[in-house]
């Protein structure tokens, strides 16, 4: 059995669901809204489960995870950069309200649900999805509704205990108005016996209505999620920082569940947030934050699953969209290598499993994984045309075709088209800066000298890296395994520069032995001869 955080958490839902409901399947359960774009913190909300779903049915046991739309919930605010007429669907519910302009979809809700339905599949996670606004309008809650507004008084004492202001009337449910569409309706009278309930509408409308047939409406947000782990028999349910303080949902729901809905909280870890390399904490009501659809242009889906099976739910990470993601990659392939040999602490082989397979089977791979870093200097370099990019794998790793190199050579190619600002972007010289060449002393020309009598017998990764490092100890007098000083560190520095700026007019760029290898003998001659 794998030991890690995720076998920890399977062990007591298990135990949990057993003595719940034996002979069942375990139930884990997320719940997203579809009101905007569906962030990567948000899919900590669905890894979370998942991960511990996946464990219990690599145990042989049948587990489901279901996946609550709310997509029943009110439409709010009209986000920057739509049509101001949008202003007209707040307060309806977000499967009423039109799509974006220029979607493709039939309303809101599904707009934004489509891309990470599409991102979970890539990713491995196997969801059970549940429309709210179908379980409402079928009368699918039609009896918790009729028990917690029997109970609205014990409701009303829970959420009292943590309340600022006084109410005077409550009622947990909210009708939508059969005029408007909208929630901006008041409960005005209900009747326990006859299940009559009496509301007017902002929008000048009111009705009477028999709740026990009356399906346009839902429970206010801290009943109906406790409802729902009692309907649904959640046994495990993860949430984030901002359900666990003081009177929220968690908080109250942990005791509405059990004395309204005869039900019990699930195991429910709570989540840190997962933020962006070079950004603040994600929030979705800000707008611009990357999706997991976003990520999975960058990153092949086992590295994105690693970033989330690697951390405890209480741990924050970070998910690099800019220059870290090559680090983060060096960090991942030394992982393969190292649990391909056999090493590994147990926790990093139970993530680096997690990651790379489900309980279904294997994620798909990259066959030959050249290093990120290498396949985005190529990529760079070269603007994508695969034949340039087929002739420097073939010098750099022996690659024989793309499809070798990829997904990844995919994802580092998209990564340089996105996140690589046009001002960084590595041009090669169109001609030699014959300036720059006329100048040189006497010490940088014998440096010149040595690199282009040593190109072709160093014609590789390995041989280019060693013969860079080594001319500057050969003018110094030293031997090439000379082990480096301050005075020489500071030579091969200047010398790179040098280099830098004859091949691509820039002091950095990408590593030399990938950029030499890029550029051609020839076309380095040409740019580096005085």
């Not at 379980?135 to 014990?154: D, F, N, Q, S, V």
């Not at 969209?321 to 960090?331: H, K, S, T």
């Not at 090493?343 to 790379?356: I, L, V």
């Amino acid at each position: 059995m794998i030991a890690d955080w995720v076998a920890k958490f399977a062990d007591e839902v298990i135990a949990e669901a057993d003595r719940r409901a034996p002979g069942k399947p375990v139930v884990c359960a997320s719940g997203l809204s579809p009101s905007g774009p569906i962030h990567l913190g948000n899919l900590r909300e669905v890894m979370t489960p998942h991960l511990v779903a996946d464990e219990i049915r690599r145990r042989g046991r049948e587990c489901v995870h279901l996946l609550s739309w709310d997509d029943y919930d009110r439409f709010r605010r009209v986000p920057a950069g739509v049509d101001p007429a949008w202003e007209a669907h707040v307060g309806k519910p977000l499967t009423a309200v039109p799509a974006p302009p220029g979607s493709e979809h039939a309303n809101w809700a599904e707009h934004f649900k489509a891309p990470l339905t599409a991102a979970l599949a890539e990713l491995g996670i196997e969801i059970t999805p549940i429309s709210q606004t179908e379980r409402y309008t079928a009368g699918a809650y039609r009896e918790p509704i009729l028990r917690a507004m029997e109970h609205r008084g014990k409701i009303d004492a829970i959420l009292d205990q943590y309340r600022t202001k006084t109410v005077e009337r409550y009622f947990p449910y909210k009708p939508y108005c059969a005029l408007c569409e909208r929630d901006l309706t008041t409960v005005t009278a209900y009747d326990d016996e006859s299940t009559e309930l009496a509301y007017t509408c902002a929008c000048g409308f009111g009705e009477s209505v028999r709740l026990a047939e009356h399906d346009r409406g839902k429970l206010v947000w801290k009943v109906d999620w406790p409802m729902r782990w009692a309907h649904e028999g959640v046994v495990f349910e993860p949430s984030g920082v901002d359900h666990h303080s003081p009177g929220s949902a968690w908080i109250v729901g942990g005791r509405i569940v059990g004395e309204v809905f005869g039900g019990e909280q699930p195991i429910g870890p709570m989540y840190a947030f997962v933020g962006i390399t070079g950004m603040a904490k994600m929030s979705s009501s800000k707008g611009g934050v990357p999706t997991p659809a976003d990520a999975l242009e960058i990153m092949e889906a086992p590295v994105l699953r690693w970033l989330y099976a690697r951390r405890k739910p209480e741990q924050s990470f970070k998910i690099a969209f800019d220059q870290e993601i090559q680090r983060l990659y060096d960090e991942w392939d030394a992982l393969g290598r190292k649990i391909v040999t056999g090493g590994g602490m147990p926790a990093e082989k139970a993530a680096h499993a997690r990651a790379t397979s489900t309980a279904a089977g294997a994620l798909p791979a990259t066959p030959h994984p050249v290093t990120y870093r290498t396949l985005a200097s190529i990529a760079d370099i070269t603007t994508g045309d695969p034949q340039q990019t087929l002739r420097i794998l073939g010098d750099v790793d022996g690659v024989a075709a793309l499809g070798e190199v990829r997904p990844r050579l995919d994802r580092a190619q998209r990564w340089v088209e996105t996140q690589v600002p046009a001002e960084l972007r590595t041009h090669v010289r169109d001609e030699p800066d014959a300036e720059l060449l006329s100048g040189l002393g006497d010490e940088a020309a014998e440096s010149i000298r040595l690199l282009l009598a040593g190109l072709d017998e160093h014609w590789s990764v390995e041989g280019l890296s060693t013969l860079v490092y080594g001319v500057p100890k050969l003018v110094a007098g030293l031997p090439v395994d000379a082990k480096p000083t301050p005075e020489l560190k500071q030579a091969q520095r200047s010398f790179f520069a040098l280099l830098y700026r004859l091949l691509i007019g820039r002091d950095t760029g990408p590593r030399l032995p990938t950029l030499l290898l890029a550029v051609g003998a020839e076309r380095v001659r040409r740019l580096v001869s005085a």
